[in-house]
């Protein structure tokens, strides 16, 4: 069973930093691929970052390029966001989720089969 818990959100200033990590048990996820959405008030879900655990590459979305970057810890199973230069617009609850695969360009949020629970980030103007 995959279970999914993030932590680290909270309230930055623009142009400040914050990391947000995803604890993941309940099994192994060599083959799975792991991946941040974001939700704003009145939004869809959309697609932040994913990054496929064996081989380690990584997708973003155009708007957090060169901004987010996301990684993993192995020996802690833990998959990371570390956020730099946040913007306003960066707000919002974001969550880790995770899927079977190998096609990291597949951003739809209906793909993911598991998810956690959110944290929320707020950026202050």
């Known amino acids: 069973q995959v279970h999914l818990v993030e932590s680290g959100g909270g309230l930055v200033q623009a142009g400040g930093s914050l990391r947000l990590s995803c604890a993941t048990s309940g099994r192994t996820y060599s083959s799975y691929i792991m991946a941040w959405f974001r939700q704003a008030p009145g939004k869809e879900r959309e697609f932040v970052a994913a990054?496929?655990?064996?081989?380690?590459?990584?997708y973003y979305a155009d708007s957090v390029k060169g901004r987010f970057a996301i990684s993993r810890d192995n020996a802690k199973n833990t998959v990371f966001l570390q956020m730099i230069s946040l913007k306003p617009e960066d707000a919002a609850v974001y969550y880790c989720?995770?899927?079977?695969?190998?096609?990291?360009?597949?951003?739809?949020?209906?793909?993911?089969?598991?998810w956690g629970q959110g944290t929320q980030v707020t950026v202050s103007s």
């Open positions: 990054m496929s655990w064996s081989a380690g590459n990584t």
């Open positions: 989720a995770a899927r079977r695969g190998v096609v990291l360009w597949d951003v739809a949020s209906t793909s993911y089969n598991y």
